[in-house]
Each structure stands twice: as structure tokens, then as C-alpha cells.
């Protein structure tokens, strides 16, 4: 594997050969540190890469990306070494637009069809309604992540961890809501989608989530609803890796793999 791929993604590996790689995206202002219970939950030949987006952790030296291009060009650059397992992708709230940019890319570019897009708490590309919270004050910003949930929003009271956290929070809501593709290509990879019952706004937000039905030719979408706010996938870690391994069961059955030692 490449430097590149290696600095892009923190890999848990269970398996010496794996019959199928899942990449998860994380949202606004996330870490790969999100998916870490996720290896424990899922079977041993599924390998999960957790996608490191620059300007937090271990590359807070790096700048962050504050174009959606820019970001899905780069993933996919360092992607491009584990192509030789089939792929599914997950990502949750912006990491839903990263992943489904990545897809697009996978195919256009390099002929592979992801095995599943799985797209969690974020209306489709063409149906999602923008805050302008990026040209907000820092506290205008804060106040609306908060709104969302409440999955480790306390560290914005340290003003030490504040401090080191919001440019990269700032940068992430720049590029969400810049992204605003009005006519957005189908995919060939079917599409599941999730959402937190209490996600607010989610009356109105279902409707807009169900419009990912639109960008799969694949004649597979479904939409799966889970008890919670917007960072529902929290709680219901455990029910979530379920329904995930549920709809990748069939994918690269016909490999073999190597438990690690």
C-alpha cells in the first residue's frame, strides 16, 4: 500500500485477506474515531478503513479541505491500492455527500461499482437545504451542532480543545454547504440510507433522504429509520453494524480469507 493510502485511512483488519472492504465517512467536524467500536461488530472478513480527513488528530498539522472535489479526488487517489476487494461505503451526515462523490469517481475513473452506498442522517445531494452556519460567528456554529445532538459537543467548553477543534469544524460546514450539485449522476451501486427518528427536523428530512432512491440505477434502495437524534448511530452502534452486515452478506462470498493471527 501507499504512503498516501496509509496517511488517508485508519485500517482495522481482522482478516489477512478479507472478502470485502467497508470505508466509512465521518461528518462535520468527525474523526475516523467514530467508526473505532464498529471492527468488534462486524464479521472477521469485513475490513473497515476509516477515513482520516486532514486538519484534526495525527494530521492537525495539514490544512483541511474545504472542496467537496477536492476531498472526494484525494479519498479516491488513496483508495485506488484496495481496489482488489470489493468496496461498500458508509458515511454519515457529510460524510454521506463525501462517500456518494467517491462512488461517482470509482466508477467514472476506474470501473468499479461499489458494492453498497450507505448513506446516514443527509437529504439526498439535490434535496438538501443549507444553514449558512460556515459564515456564522464561532458561537452561531457550535449552537448548531448542538442542535443536532449531543455526540461530544462538550469539548467546545474547553477552550484549549475549542480552539483546536473549530477551524476544522468551520472548514468541513464550508465545503458541505458550497456542495450543492443541482443534477447529481445515478449511480450503478444500490443505495441504503438511515436516519434517527428524533434527527431534528426529520419529518421534513425523510421525505428529502428518500430522494436518494433517485441516484441508483440499481433498482435497490431502501430506507432503514433508527430511534435517535442525529448521531443516533451512537446508541444504536449494535443495531446499525447488524443491518449493515445483513445487506453485505452476499458480497465476495466467492473469496476465501485468512483470519489474522
Known amino acids: 500500500m501507499t504512503d498516501t493510502a496509509a496517511v488517508w485511512f485508519r485500517i482495522h483488519r481482522r482478516a489477512v485477506e478479507p472478502r470485502l472492504r467497508l470505508v466509512c465517512f465521518p461528518h462535520a467536524g468527525g474523526t475516523a474515531q467514530l467508526y473505532h467500536g464498529w471492527p468488534a461488530r462486524l464479521p472477521m472478513d469485513i475490513e473497515l478503513l476509516a477515513v482520516r480527513y486532514p486538519g484534526r488528530q495525527d494530521r492537525l498539522s495539514e490544512p483541511c479541505v474545504e472542496d467537496m472535489a477536492v476531498l472526494a479526488d484525494r479519498v479516491t487517489d488513496a483508495l485506488v491500492p484496495y481496489l482488489d476487494r470489493p468496496v461498500a461505503l458508509f458515511g454519515h451526515s457529510m460524510g454521506s455527500a463525501v462517500a456518494y462523490e467517491v462512488a461517482l469517481r ?156
Open 106 to 261: 470509482l466508477e467514472a475513473r476506474h470501473g468499479t461499482t461499489t458494492a453498497r452506498l450507505m448513506v446516514s442522517g443527509r437529504a439526498a445531494p439535490h434535496r438538501a437545504r443549507t444553514s449558512g452556519l460556515h459564515e456564522g460567528d464561532d458561537e452561531a456554529l457550535v449552537a448548531g451542532v448542538r442542535s443536532l445532538g449531543d455526540l461530544g459537543s462538550e469539548v467546545f467548553d474547553i477552550p484549549e480543545l475549542r480552539e483546536l477543534l473549530l477551524p476544522a469544524l468551520r472548514a468541513d460546514y464550508r465545503l458541505i454547504e458550497s456542495y450543492r450539485p443541482e443534477h447529481p449522476t445515478p449511480l450503478r451501486a444500490p443505495v441504503t440510507a438511515y436516519i434517527g427518528d428524533d434527527d431534528p427536523g426529520s419529518g421534513r428530512m425523510r421525505e428529502d433522504v428518500m430522494a436518494w432512491a433517485e441516484l441508483t440505477t440499481a433498482g435497490d434502495f431502501a430506507l432503514r429509520a433508527f430511534p435517535g437524534d442525529h448521531f443516533y448511530l451512537a446508541p444504536c452502534e449494535a443495531e446499525l453494524t447488524t443491518d449493515i452486515t445483513q445487506r453485505l452478506e452476499g458480497v465476495g462470498r466467492n473469496r476465501k480469507f485468512i483470519a489474522s493471527p
